[in-house]
């Protein structure tokens, strides 16, 4: 429902966010530090305690739209660095930057990085006991296509657990963000990045997105149960689970 109808469409979409991450990777964490102020490590943080991955040996989890590892390496780390993972990512330029790191944080015998589509992911069904996915979802087409092959690739018992920007839900705070969103990152994408339209499409992207209560409806509409949200700093971003049982 909230995809793109037409192939060209959703085509276009997918090129279009590509070509992004292609050109950002490089500077990919260094954008991310100044467009969110360093919330999105905090963010991070929050989603992987709330997994509370868990220290026991073979416990795998499959990060997708992986990018750079940042979910990954925290996951890992906070296992004790039991945990393996596959990080996933439509773009080998990103995950060319993640493995770097992953080699230099010597995380490179938990992770292993593939080139993939959320849409169709090439894992087996039921491998994993966790997926987090975080400000990925936005950027796939069709999200329900995603979230269906989450179910699959979920053992029995596993947990989704999504991180996204949502709707804010503090008055002020929304005025402020719409300035932030609308004026601030286009403006550092233009300095930073020498990008102004990137990332007026990323902000275009993140107010397309379904709030809070919907995108709970597409996530049991998969499958999964026990279906909450957790909102972060006034609902400028959401962290969703969902179990698979
Ligand atoms: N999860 C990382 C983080 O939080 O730092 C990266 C997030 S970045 C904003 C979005 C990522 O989604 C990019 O690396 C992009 O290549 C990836 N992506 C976009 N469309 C995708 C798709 N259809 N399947 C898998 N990954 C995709």
Redesign the pocket.
């Known amino acids: 429902a909230y995809g793109f109808s037409t192939v060209s469409g959703r085509e276009e979409k997918?090129a279009r966010?590509?070509e992004v991450?292609h050109r950002v990777a490089g500077r990919y964490d260094l954008m991310?530090d100044l467009m969110s102020g360093g919330m999105?490590r905090l963010w991070?943080n929050a989603m992987v305690a709330w997994l509370a991955p868990s220290r026991r040996p073979g416990w795998r989890f499959v990060?997708?739209?992986?990018?750079?590892g940042?979910?990954a390496f925290r996951i890992v780390e906070a296992s004790g660095r039991q945990a393996t993972g596959t990080v996933?990512?439509?773009?080998g330029s990103?995950l060319a930057v993640g493995a770097e790191r992953a080699a230099k944080k010597k995380l490179d015998a938990n992770l292993t990085f593939v080139e993939?589509?959320?849409?169709s992911l090439s894992l087996p069904d039921a491998s994993f006991d966790a997926y987090t996915i975080?400000?990925?979802i936005r950027?796939?087409p069709r999200i329900d296509k995603a979230l269906d092959e989450a179910y699959r690739v979920l053992k029995p018992g596993g947990r989704f657990l999504c991180l996204e920007f949502s709707e804010v839900d503090m008055p002020f705070l929304d005025r402020i963000y719409e300035e932030w969103s609308f004026k601030a990152i286009p403006a550092i994408g233009e300095k930073v990045a020498g990008d102004r339209a990137s990332y007026e499409y990323l902000v275009e992207s993140i107010r397309r997105f379904p709030n809070q209560a919907n995108f709970e409806a597409a996530i049991r509409k998969a499958g999964f149960e026990r279906v909450t949200h957790r909102n972060l700093s006034g609902g400028i971003a959401a962290i969703h689970s969902g179990w698979k049982f």
């Open positions: 997918q966010v590509d991450f991310n999105h991070k990060d997708v739209a992986g990018g750079t940042d979910v996933l990512d439509i773009n990103m993939g589509n959320a849409e975080a400000f990925g950027n796939v």
